[in-house]
């Protein structure tokens, strides 16, 4: 498995909260195992299951993939020249002070959450399958450069099929005035 970026969904009370508070923190961003029923295998797949598909958080794999299809740009290097907000979708955000695997939680601003729901409302599924190329895709050594054969349309099907579930996912968090952290795990 590569390299994931996920979204949560937070409050900015509790995004304060859990700024000040390290123990607030380490139960907000980890599994707490002792909620996990190990006698009861089926609960216990189910709540992570819960976990996993709660509509405050979300789960990008083909991150890269989008960011090039948004931006056009292919930069890896986490300094984006792309313009806010679309760059915000998957490279943006202000570090914290929590470690991820690959450098520091992020998070957007009300501001930038809302900028980017605007944003990504007005680019439909059919627009991002237009500004898809396969050959500039190869080219551009798009993570995570499936193989055998690299990005083709069938490779890329999946990222269309989940990209109106993360407009969505933008889109109630701005209604709901959420603040948005990106980890890169």
């Known amino acids: 498995m590569g390299i994931t970026v996920s979204y949560k969904r937070i409050t900015p009370q509790k995004f304060a909260e859990i700024q ?3 123990e607030a923190a380490a139960s907000f961003f980890e599994l707490d195992l002792d909620d996990l029923d190990f006698s009861n295998p089926q609960a216990m797949i189910a709540k992570l299951q819960e976990q996993r598909s709660n509509e405050h958080n979300f789960r990008l794999e083909d991150w890269h993939a989008l960011h090039f299809l948004l931006t056009g740009e292919s930069s890896l290097s986490g300094d984006t020249q792309a313009s ?4 915000n979708v998957v490279m943006g955000g202000t570090p914290t002070q929590f470690q991820a695997t690959y450098g520091f939680v992020r998070y957007l601003t009300l501001e930038e959450v809302q900028d980017v729901a605007d944003a990504l409302s007005q ?3 059919e627009e991002l399958k237009r ?9 551009a050594e798009i993570y995570p450069n499936p193989s055998p054969g690299g990005w083709d349309e069938e490779e890329i099907e999946p990222l269309f099929e989940l990209y109106p ?11 709901e ?8 795990d």
Do not use: H, M, Y
Not at 131 to 136: D, E, I, M, Y
Not at 168 to 173: C, K, L, M, T, Y
Not at 177 to 184: M, N, P
């Open 20 to 22: 000040n508070d390290t």
């Open 84 to 87: 806010s907000p679309l760059c």
């Open 123 to 125: 680019i439909s599924v």
């Open 131 to 139: 500004r898809f190329n396969s050959t500039v895709f190869n080219s």
């Open 165 to 175: 579930q993360l407009v969505e996912f933008f889109q109630n968090a701005a209604k």
């Open 177 to 184: 005035g959420d603040i948005v952290l990106l980890s890169s």
